[in-house]
């Protein structure tokens, strides 16, 4: 069974790199993967100056002309991507989205009070949900995730990004990233550059919280962190430590949650620009 896993794995991971198509007519130069699977990231690049919008929201383009696109998790349709570039040229273009089979996971043994919280826990953690919001709605011009990623710690694979989820029998909602199984105390380290946009060591439901601005509207999230080492505002280098894993708020057990959105699209880690196969 294990072997079939880390087979399906390398497998998920050798398709992870979008194949790349040059559209090179006059007014409309622009590198742009021809498919992306649902959930995951890629890095365009038009020419600079240019205006580009992804299935009708304005992207930043930075000097060197590399923008953001992503495919949403239940994408079915293509993505269209329009370009219009500094002489006034303009165009649209379409990246077909390549569906996905969703694992389902059953998760038990969590505690009670983080499945069917109380009203007053649930008004705390819908506040807090809030706040982590509100940090992902950060637009910086740094090109920070341009140089790629890489692994914040290296262990098991224990849980799979949007697999449908269930706790203690109760159905919730999918997951939002992917948790990788280390020992208490193991050092996080940055997956890429970045600026710490939110930091709070004791959330209801995620306990150690932390969030890695890599700019263009790029974030990583860390949770159930035992310890955090940095502070909002602080830029950070790529494999610099943030902290250390841990098994606060609703966990069954040591490990990191690493999710990674674009603004509110919950993204695969798993298919990252740059990041090699599994350790």
């Known amino acids: 069974m294990i072997e079939r896993f880390w087979s399906r794995l390398r497998a998920i991971q050798a398709c992870a790199a979008p194949l790349f198509i040059a559209l090179a007519a006059p007014a409309t130069a622009l590198e742009l993967p021809s498919a992306l699977q649902q959930g995951q990231l890629a890095i365009g690049r038009a020419q600079p100056g240019s205006e580009v919008s992804v299935d009708g929201r304005r992207v930043r383009v930075d000097a060197e002309g590399r923008f953001l696109l992503a495919a949403p998790r239940d994408a079915r349709e293509p ?7 500094p002489d006034g040229g303009a165009a649209n273009h379409r990246v077909t989205v390549t569906p996905r089979d969703w694992p389902v996971e059953a ?8 499945v069917e ?15 982590v919001a509100e940090a992902r709605r950060r637009d910086d011009a740094r090109s920070d995730f341009a140089s790629g990623f890489a692994w914040p710690v290296v262990g098991r694979i224990s849980g ?6 269930s706790y203690n029998g109760r159905p919730g909602s999918p997951h939002s990233g992917m948790d990788i199984a280390a020992r208490e105390g193991t050092p996080i380290r940055a997956p890429a550059a970045g600026v710490v946009s939110f930091a709070d ?11 890695l601005d890599h700019g263009h509207g790029l974030s990583s999230v860390f949770l159930h962190m035992s310890r955090i080492d ?3 505002g602080q830029q950070v280098a790529a494999g610099e430590v943030l902290g250390a894993v841990g098994s606060t708020g609703r966990a069954t057990g040591p490990h990191l949650h690493w999710g990674v959105n674009w603004f509110e699209q919950r993204l695969d880690p798993l298919l990252l620009p740059g990041l090699p196969p599994a350790p």
Request: proline letters at 12%; glycine letters at 6%; zero cysteines.
């Open 201 to 211: 060591s004791d959330l209801y439901l995620t306990g150690g919280t932390l969030l």
């Open 160 to 165: 799979r990004f949007a697999a449908s989820r």
């Open 107 to 114: 998760v038990r043994g969590v505690p009670p009070r983080t």
């Open 117 to 131: 919280p109380p009203p007053e826990i649930a008004r705390r953690i819908a506040r807090e949900q809030a706040r």
């Open 79 to 85: 993505l269209v991507v329009a370009v219009r570039v």
């Open 230 to 232: 940095v502070r909002p």
